[in-house]
């Protein structure tokens, strides 16, 4: 009776990636320059244990930030997969769902195209290159959503073909 449509699911991903990326992004860049303002003290209140450890936290929280990306980008796409396989909806609504997921696509570029002016920004380049999955999957983000909603649709629309 409450049945959830998986188009809204493809468009919560987009959206969920393209803002943690934005906010690792900006998050990061605040965080390096805190950092790098630690690293230039030269007043002695702050001792090289302190801006050892500050160093070592900015370097592992990049690499584990953006290993968690790609795990959450993973995951979104198997948890929306099994709720696809929840449904079965008749094989006629395959042109609506065809139609909504070009939209999709669509958006999604728009999204990557957001996420790459941002990370081609001169401020924030630097940070962005060490992004690499937040890079790489922010660039092919139409393909990843194109993808999944193929297998979203052959699954959903398999499911109400055999009810």
Known sequence: MNKKGSLTDLAYIAVVLVVFSIVVL???KIGEEVNNNLQADTSGIIDATTKANTQSAITRFTYSIDNSFLFLM????IGVLILAAMVAVHPIFIPIYFF???FIIFLGGVFSNVYQEMAANANLS???SSLHFIG???QFLPFVIGIV???IMIVMYKLGQNQ
């Open 126 to 128: 630097t940070t962005a």
């Open 136 to 138: 790489f999957i922010m």
């Open 26 to 28: 900006i998050g990061l």
């Open 74 to 77: 993973i995951f979104m796409c």
């Open 149 to 151: 909603g193929i297998i």
């Open 100 to 102: 909504g997921w070009i």
